[in-house]
C-alpha cells in the first residue's frame, strides 16, 4: 500500500478494507495510524541489528569500541534517512518524539561501557548519545519544510557531530 499509495495516503481504514478485517482489529493491532509504519520500520530496524550484531568492523565485532560507536552512528543516521517515509509516517504527532529506541540504547550502553569501563554513569550517558544521534535526525524527519537545507549535507554534519562527540566522551 505504501508504495501504491505513499505513506501519507496510507490509512487505518484503508488497511483494514485492503486486508479484509474489521477496522477493530487494525486497531488493535496498530493502535494508531502511526503503529502502522512503526511496524513496517521495526521489520527493517531487525535487518539493522543484525549487521551490527554480527556484520563486517567496524560495525560489527572486530574493532575498538570507540571505532565501532563512530560507525554506529553513521550507520543509524543513513538507516534513517534511507527509511525516511517510514521513519516520518511512524512519528505520532500526539507524542513526543523518542530519545532512542531500546536495541540502540542496548548497543552504544554495550559499547560506551567497554570504552570508557571507569564510568560509573555509562548508562545515562548512554541515553544522552542515543538522544543525541537519533533526536536531530528524526526532528528533521518529521519537520515537512519544503525549504530544508539539503538533506545530504544535513546527515553529513550530524555523522561528523556524532564522530566529535564519540571521541570526546571516550578520548
Known amino acids: 500500500m505504501v508504495a501504491e499509495l505513499g505513506a501519507d495516503r496510507v490509512t487505518m481504514d484503508g488497511l483494514a478494507e485492503r486486508a479484509g478485517l474489521g477496522k477493530g482489529t487494525v486497531f488493535r493491532r496498530f493502535r494508531t495510524r502511526a503503529g502502522i509504519f512503526h511496524t513496517l520500520l ?6 539493522f541489528q543484525q549487521r551490527v550484531m554480527a556484520g563486517p568492523p567496524p560495525l560489527g565485532p572486530g574493532a575498538s569500541a570507540t571505532e565501532r560507536l563512530v560507525a554506529f552512528g553513521r550507520a543509524r543516521l543513513e538507516f534513517l534517512v534511507e527509511h ?14 523518542p530519545a532512542g529506541d531500546s536495541p540502540s540504547l542496548f548497543h552504544v550502553h554495550m559499547l ?5 569501563p571507569d564510568d560509573a554513569a555509562s548508562g545515562t550517558l548512554a541515553l544522552q548519545l542515543v538522544a543525541a544521534l537519533e533526536g536531530p535526525i528524526l526532528l528533521y524527519l518529521r519537520a515537512q519544510d519544503e525549504d530544508a537545507p539539503d538533506p545530504e549535507a544535513v546527515v553529513n554534519n550530524l555523522i561528523t557531530s556524532w564522530q566529535v562527540l564519540v571521541e570526546r566522551v571516550c578520548g
Open 84 to 97: 525516511t517515509v517510514l521513519a516520518r509516517a511512524s512519528l505520532d504527532p500526539g507524542q513526543p518524539v
Open 112 to 116: 560506551l561501557t567497554e570504552a570508557c
Open 42 to 47: 521495526d521489520e527493517e530496524e531487525k535487518l
